[in-house]
T-cell receptor, first 113, second 113 residues
Framework: DVKVTQSSRYLVKRTGEKVFLECVQDMDHENMFWYRQDPGLGLRLIYFSYDVKMKEKGDIPEGYSVSREKKERFSLILESASTNQTSMYLC????????????FGQGTRLTVV | GENVEQHPSTLSVQEGDSAVIKCTYSDSASNYFPWYKQELGKRPQLIIDIRSNVGEKKDQRIAVTLNKTAKHFSLHITETQPEDSAVYFC????????????FGPGTRLSVLP
């Protein structure tokens, strides 16, 4: 059973803080993704990675960065948190190959005050 | 870039009735279309997918149809049950590997007993 684990279920941070969201998968998947989920907007891709130390911008990368130093771990970094980054953040992973299933973490609900 | 629209945003049906959710996409190069189900408080999970060389796919009570010419695809759920109540997301691939997607905004399905 694939497990994608996000470090926190709920987080409250102050404006301007640097925030780290961690994601770990245990199935040796090559691909990892960070999405944010907002009502009425669905899932929007922030960053993705197809390999260790590799990263690509998604649709809404502004204000975020990522790090993938190990295959199983993909970190999302909010350099200076702002209130408009209050959202649900979902990590996902998938194995290499055409049209493989994305497995999601349980999500981190981040509130920036 | 790809844009995925999804209708309706909310849908209520009586238990036992059928439910249909429709999505349209803009990029004719998209070739892989997964559907994800997200129950309240849980992570999204893949329920069915379809590739562009197939017009219809069925898995028990759920089916997906694809019309490449019109650039739309639909999810059909027959004999709905209370456990079908969830938010459903359609998605369209935006790369040649079926790994990266644009998601629709979601449909909240409520199955009334």
């Amino acid at each position: 059973d694939v497990k994608v684990t996000q470090s926190s279920r709920y987080l409250v941070k102050r404006t301007g803080e640097k925030v780290f969201l961690e994601c770990v998968q245990d199935m040796d998947h090559e691909n990892m993704f960070w999405y944010r989920q907002d009502p009425g907007l669905g899932l929007r891709l922030i960053y993705f990675s197809y390999d260790v130390k590799m990263k690509e911008k998604g649709d809404i990368p502004e204000g975020y960065s990522v790090s993938r130093e190990k295959k199983e771990r993909f970190s999302l970094i909010l350099e200076s948190a702002s209130t408009n980054q209050t959202s649900m953040y979902l990590c996902a992973s998938s194995r290499d190959g055409w049209g493989t299933e994305a497995f999601f973490g349980q999500g981190t609900r981040l509130t920036v005050v | 870039g790809e844009n995925v629209e999804q209708h309706p945003s909310t849908l209520s049906v009586q238990e036992g009735d059928s439910a249909v959710i429709k999505c349209t996409y803009s990029d004719s190069a998209s070739n892989y279309f997964p559907w994800y189900k997200q129950e309240l408080g849980k992570r999204p999970q893949l329920i069915i997918d379809i590739r562009s060389n197939v017009g219809e796919k069925k898995d028990q009570r759920i089916a997906v149809t694809l019309n490449k010419t019109a650039k739309h695809f639909s999810l059909h759920i027959t004999e709905t049950q209370p456990e079908d109540s969830a938010v459903y997301f359609c998605a369209a691939s935006i790369d040649n590997y079926g790994q990266n997607f644009v998601f629709g905004p979601g449909t909240r399905l409520s199955v009334l007993p």
